[in-house]
């Protein structure tokens, strides 16, 4: 039997690294300037798997894991936005150290989350949300 997170790999056709940052588990792929992607709420970095193949050619992806969802620890259920984002914020650090450059996208629940890590972070990262 097969993992079905192997399967979206194999499908995507580029390679993805699995790391550990901070608490979160992120996927990295492709090369260039960096590119945080976060995903929607109740989902995980599969969410992108239909523009990892196009962004990887131009950016170094990462795809974290967001707290509570995929391979990444559960948090509690009612936790505040600030402490929510502080496991983003550190798991971004870990992979791309300051003062480094970054944008960072997403969309839905993961939109509000790179708006509010680009303003806390407004020397660091860009945001493009959708």
Request: no cysteine.
């Amino acid at each position: 039997m097969t993992n079905p997170i192997d399967d979206v790999t194999r499908l995507i056709g580029v390679p993805i690294k699995k790391r550990h940052a901070a608490r979160l588990t992120m996927r990295v792929a492709g090369s260039g300037p960096a590119l945080v992607l976060l995903h929607g709420g109740g989902g995980s970095w599969t969410h992108w798997a239909r523009n990892i193949r196009a962004l990887s050619r131009d950016f170094t992806l990462y795809l974290p894991d967001q707290p509570g969802m995929g391979d990444s620890p559960n948090v509690p259920a009612q936790i505040d936005i600030e402490p929510y984002t502080d496991q983003v914020i550190a798991a971004i650090d870990a992979v791309l150290p300051p003062p480094a450059r970054y944008g960072i996208a997403g969309f839905s629940f993961g939109g509000l989350n790179a708006a509010v890590i680009a303003a806390r972070q407004p020397d660091r990262g860009s945001v493009i949300s959708r």
